[in-house]
């Protein structure tokens, strides 16, 4: 079984920052990648970024330019460093975790942009 523990979500005001961390420990043998999805109120979940094991990025065409994703190997711990945050960015964030047979999930932290 493979636990996810995330931390860094929060509430902040339009144009604020916030770092999320997400570390990964339990039945993990090959990790092909690690990521973050979210999910708006109403909404599906979507994709926001994701980090290949040989450190390739996907964002989604919202984020670009405004998050950052990064990862350390050692540590089985990928970040998500999000700037100038739009109320739009709203959501539950989910760390993602892809092996080549079982994908993990993490349990959500809240991200709320409003002033």
């Known amino acids: 079984q493979v636990r996810l523990v995330e931390s860094g979500g929060g509430l902040v005001q339009p144009g604020g920052s916030l770092r999320l961390s997400c570390a990964a420990s339990?039945?993990?043998?090959?990790?092909?990648?690690m990521g973050w999805y979210r999910q708006a109120p109403g909404q599906q979940r979507e994709l926001v970024a994701l980090?290949?094991?040989?450190?390739?990025?996907n964002y989604a065409d919202s984020v670009k330019g405004r998050f950052t994703i990064s990862r350390d190997n050692a540590k089985n711990t990928v970040y998500l460093q999000m700037n100038s945050l739009e109320p739009e960015d709203t959501a539950v964030y989910y760390c993602?975790?892809?092996?080549?047979?079982?994908?993990?999930w993490g349990q959500g932290t809240q991200v709320t942009v409003s002033s």
């Open positions: 980090i290949t094991n040989g450190g390739g990025t």
């Open positions: 339990g039945s993990i043998f090959s990790i092909y990648a």
């Open positions: 993602n975790l892809k092996q080549p047979n079982m994908e993990s």
